[in-house]
C-alpha cells in the first residue's frame, strides 16, 4: 500500500484483528469443494498478502478446516475463517479479503479448480485453471497482475 497505509479488518464478531500493509500480489477465486464447504458458498476468495506486510493485531486466531501442513486460520468465536498459510509457501498469506473492514476494491484475478465449479458459478477473473495454475506460470501472473493495476486498487 502506498504511503505506509494499511487495511485494516477483522472476523465477523470482532475478536481477532488483522492489518494489512502491502499489496496483493495475486487476487484468486477458488471453486474447490473444500473450499466451498469451509466458505459455505460457490467459491471462495484469496488476496495473497506478502507475509511481511500482514499481521493479527488483536486476539489469536486457530487453527482449523483441514489439520495438515496447510493451516487455515479461523476466529475462535465467530470461526470466521480469516486466513490460510500454504505449505511450503511462507512467502505470502492467503488472506479472504471480505475480512478486511474496505474490501470494495477486491476483484479475483484468477480462479481455480474450475473443473469443481458449481455450474451457475462465474466470477471476473481474467484467467481460469481446471486445478491451480502450473508453478512455473505464478510468476508471469503475479506480473501481469500488478502491471494491470489490480495490486494497485488495493492502495
Known amino acids: 500500500m502506498r504511503s505506509g497505509r494499511?487495511?485494516?479488518?477483522?472476523?465477523?464478531?470482532?475478536?481477532?484483528?488483522?492489518?494489512?500493509?502491502?499489496?496483493?500480489?495475486?487476487?484468486?477465486?477458488c471453486h474447490c469443494t473444500g473450499c466451498q464447504r469451509m466458505s459455505a458458498s460457490a467459491f471462495s476468495l484469496s488476496a495473497a498478502i506478502p507475509s511481511e506486510g500482514f499481521s493479527v493485531t488483536q486476539g489469536e486466531p486457530v487453527i482449523g478446516g483441514l489439520r495438515g501442513p496447510t493451516r487455515h486460520y479461523f476466529c475462535p468465536s465467530c470461526m470466521s475463517w480469516m486466513f490460510t498459510r500454504p505449505e511450503g509457501l511462507d512467502m505470502f498469506v492467503n488472506l479472504r479479503p471480505t475480512m478486511l473492514d474496505a474490501a470494495g476494491w477486491f476483484s479475483p484475478f484468477i480462479e481455480t479448480f474450475t473443473s469443481e465449479k458449481l455450474p451457475w458459478a462465474t466470477t471476473p477473473a481474467v484467467h481460469s485453471y481446471d486445478t491451480f495454475p502450473p508453478f512455473e506460470a505464478y510468476e508471469a501472473l503475479v506480473e501481469e497482475y500488478r502491471a494491470g493495476s489490480g495490486a494497485l486498487a488495493f492502495e
Not at 472476523?11 to 484483528?17: D, E
Open 6 to 29: 494499511s487495511g485494516e479488518g477483522g472476523c465477523r464478531c470482532g475478536l481477532v484483528r488483522i492489518r494489512v500493509t502491502a499489496p496483493p500480489l495475486l487476487t484468486m477465486a
